[in-house]
């Protein structure tokens, strides 16, 4: 019965956030723009014209037109098709950094505010040397002394996202610890550990969500930006920050090759943006009641 009322509780929750949502038209608009990116991403195989690389020389730097929508590249690729396949890469990236970085900076948070004392300290100070670095320069480091490769760079980028969640959840537990369950849990027995996962880190959820919309985009852009330098993306993937690195060479006659790039990397960020501040201030207590 416990179960059924929790779980009963927990869809309430959801279908509430999902009304709310629906009254925010900037929130609507976010919303469409990330499912038309998703369903784009994933039945890019299905939906893409073209072969992302195939090469057709008699075609290159065709400027948009019935058959090729988004012109084609310097080796007379479609950059529609290949556009399509950079979304599949670029949400690839932005959702593994924050599985990774999440996941990791969330526990480690709720350890630091759980335990308080000198491991708050230690886990704390080192969170603050990693904020003390630009979040790119230190991607752009991490990536280099790595080597340039797609993975490399989610592992670069997810290292640096890690203390944002840290500090938040760090936050949320330090709260959440002196909560009147967990001393029951204590008192019954329950060890450290199991307080963490099964009190401490669920009550950190809403958050945690709130904050991954909200660094999804940033994810992306950072992304973009080491794919873009040659640390990211190597070619011939179709990742738009390296469509945007060889575009820039022919921006002047062949304006197409950047700009479409650039514009999906700017409709991506501002739909995670505008979504993440559509649920950050739903999810605000004084605004449910």
Same mark, same amino acid.
């Given at each position: 019965?416990?179960?059924?009322? @929790?779980?009963?509780?927990?869809?309430?929750?959801?279908?509430?956030?999902?009304?709310?949502?629906?009254? *925010?038209?900037? @929130?609507?608009?976010?919303?469409?723009?990330?499912?038309?990116?998703?369903?784009?991403?994933?039945?890019?195989?299905?939906?893409?014209?073209? %072969?992302?690389?195939?090469?057709?020389?008699?075609?290159?730097?065709?400027?948009?037109?019935?058959?090729?929508?988004?012109?084609?590249?310097?080796?007379?690729?479609?950059?529609?098709?290949?556009?399509?396949?950079? @979304?599949?890469?670029?949400?690839?990236?932005?959702?593994?950094?924050?599985?990774?970085?999440?996941?990791?900076? /969330?526990?480690?948070?709720?350890?630091?505010?759980?335990?308080?004392?000198?491991? %708050?300290?230690?886990?704390?100070?080192?969170? %603050?040397?990693?904020? /003390?670095?630009?979040?790119?320069?230190?991607?752009?480091?991490?990536?280099?002394?790595?080597?340039?490769?797609?993975? *490399? +760079?989610?592992?670069?980028?997810?290292?640096?996202? $890690?203390?944002?969640?840290?500090?938040?959840?760090?936050?949320?537990?330090?709260?959440?610890?002196?909560?009147?369950?967990? /001393?029951?849990?204590?008192?019954?027995?329950?060890? *450290?550990?199991? $307080?963490?996962? *099964?009190?401490?880190?669920?009550?950190?959820?809403? /958050?945690?969500?709130?904050?991954?919309?909200?660094?999804?985009?940033?994810?992306?852009?950072?992304?973009?930006?080491?794919?873009?330098?040659?640390?990211?993306?190597?070619?011939?993937?179709?990742?738009?920050? +390296?469509?945007?690195?060889?575009?820039?060479?022919?921006?002047? %006659?062949?304006?197409?090759?950047?700009?479409?790039?650039?514009?999906?990397?700017?409709?991506?960020? $501002?739909?995670?943006?505008?979504?993440?501040?559509?649920?950050?201030?739903?999810?605000?207590?004084?605004?449910?009641?």
């Amino acid at each position: 019965m416990k179960f059924s009322l @929790a779980n009963h509780s927990k869809w309430r929750e959801i279908l509430l956030t999902l009304e709310l949502l629906k009254k *925010n038209p900037v @929130a609507v608009a976010g919303i469409i723009i990330l499912t038309t990116m998703t369903l784009m991403a994933v039945f890019a195989d299905v939906l893409a014209p073209f %072969d992302p690389i195939r090469i057709s020389l008699g075609e290159r730097l065709q400027p948009p037109g019935s058959v090729h929508f988004f012109g084609t590249d310097e080796v007379g690729r479609d950059i529609f098709t290949r556009v399509m396949f950079g @979304a599949r890469i670029s949400l690839r990236i932005g959702f593994l950094v924050i599985l990774i970085s999440g996941g990791i900076g /969330s526990l480690v948070g709720a350890v630091a505010g759980f335990y308080g004392g000198r491991v %708050d300290n230690i886990i704390m100070r080192l969170m %603050d040397v990693i904020l /003390s670095f630009p979040s790119l320069v230190l991607a752009m480091a991490l990536a280099a002394a790595l080597g340039p490769s797609l993975n *490399n +760079a989610i592992m670069a980028v997810a290292f640096v996202m $890690i203390p944002k969640f840290a500090r938040l959840v760090r936050g949320d537990a330090l709260c959440v610890k002196e909560m009147q369950f967990v /001393s029951a849990a204590r008192v019954s027995g329950a060890g *450290n550990p199991w $307080i963490i996962f *099964n009190h401490i880190l669920p009550n950190c959820m809403n /958050s945690v969500i709130v904050l991954a919309t909200l660094t999804l985009g940033d994810t992306i852009l950072i992304a973009a930006s080491l794919s873009f330098i040659g640390l990211g993306a190597q070619p011939p993937a179709p990742e738009w920050g +390296a469509m945007i690195s060889v575009g820039r060479k022919f921006l002047m %006659d062949q304006w197409w090759y950047a700009t479409f790039p650039g514009l999906f990397i700017l409709l991506t960020v $501002i739909g995670f943006n505008v979504l993440g501040d559509a649920l950050r201030d739903i999810m605000d207590p004084r605004i449910r009641r």
